[in-house]
């Protein structure tokens, strides 16, 4: 029966590096939801392209986000491929079904001067007492982001062998679990580095094997809490636009490209499997040009 197929692909994506938990918990929702909309428990091999295209046809007309409903395509698709190799279809039907093409929309990005403040006000990242370690962690994530372009995921996964302050590196594992090596600007191993002195102080462990960002070493702390540190970060400086740690992914390539990096250097350093994904932020220098001719030019 199809309701079996489907947990055990789920059981099966647990297992599956290249699957992030946040995957896994998005193709689980979504293949339930499909199940659902079927309303009957049908034998797997009639699976077919026309019930997933009636289920997608209800999602889009329930006024669903594009990126949901690529999302959808992608876990059938994922799916469909299961089913064929467990021999259960011949066939993937979800390859005749396109994926809905995403609105191009522009990126949040702070300019060279608005990137300038974080850095700048050192009471920003001062207590009373001193340094603290929410401080010190909010000031280190912060060079990590803008510094080398990592994710807030990649950032909070890091472990102290990951970082080369020799060859001033980072080895990541991104998105699929692809590595990428990335690297670090003297700021970011300045600050890294009075992390790990601010945590070594205070009898957490910095081996090799201990999370940077740790209460004790053995447990990361989660995205959740990395990104209440930009999130007020960013509030205090008084960015108004969207405050997450994505804005300062987002500010990394658009200021590499702004100053002369070209698109494959900074696909390679976001670590995109495509160049497509990357030139979103052509898009980005491209308005700025614009604006700045309307500003500049006599008859702009």
Same mark, same amino acid.
């Given at each position: ?10 059981? @099966? ?28 428990d049908i034998l797997a091999e009639e699976l077919n392209a026309d019930l ?22 992608? %876990? ?15 066939? /993937? &039907? !979800?390859?005749?079904?396109? =994926? ?7 990126? @949040? ?8 403040e974080p850095f700048n006000a050192e009471d920003l990242f001062k207590t009373?007492? #001193? ?15 803008? #510094? ?14 990951? +970082? /080369? ?10 998105? #699929? ?12 191993i300045k600050w890294l580095n009075k992390y790990k002195d601010f945590q070594?102080?205070? !009898?957490? &462990? %910095? ?36 405050? @997450? &740690?994505?804005?300062?992914?987002? =500010? ?8 002369? !990096? /070209? ?14 994904? =990357? ?9 700025? +040009? ?5 500003? !500049?030019? &006599?008859?702009?």
């Open positions: 029966m199809l309701s079996q197929e489907i947990d055990r692909y789920l059981e @099966s994506l647990e297992s599956q590096k290249k699957f992030s938990p946040h995957t896994v918990r998005a193709y689980t929702r979504i293949l339930r939801d499909f199940k659902d909309f079927l309303q009957t997933m295209r009636d289920w997608l046809f209800s999602i889009r007309e329930s006024k669903k986000a594009v990126a949901t409903q690529s999302q959808a395509v992608a %876990c059938l698709k994922s799916f469909g491929k299961y089913m064929v190799r467990s021999t259960v279809l011949k066939h /993937n &039907p !979800a390859l005749a079904i396109k =994926t809905p093409k995403k609105p191009q929309r522009l990126v @949040s990005f702070l300019s060279q001067k608005e990137i300038s009373e007492f #001193g340094e603290s370690e929410n401080t010190l962690r909010a000031r280190t994530v912060l060079e990590l982001l803008y #510094g080398a372009g990592l994710r807030i995921s990649e950032c909070a996964n890091l472990t102290w062998e990951h +970082l /080369n302050f020799t060859e001033e590196l980072v080895r990541v594992w991104g998105k #699929g679990s692809k590595e990428r090596i990335v690297p670090l600007t003297k700021d970011s070594s102080r205070n !009898a957490i &462990p %910095c081996f090799p094997k201990n999370f940077v960002f740790s209460k004790d070493g053995t447990k990361p702390y989660n995205t959740k809490k990395l990104y209440s540190d930009i999130h007020n970060l960013l509030r205090s400086i008084g960015w108004e636009g969207k405050a @997450s &740690p994505h804005v300062l992914r987002h =500010t990394f390539a658009t200021h590499l490209l702004e100053n002369g !990096a /070209n698109i494959v250097t900074v696909q390679k350093l976001l670590g995109h499997s495509s160049p497509n994904t =990357t030139q979103i932020y052509t898009h980005v220098s491209a308005e700025k +040009l614009k604006e700045s001719l309307k500003q !500049a030019h &006599p008859r702009g």
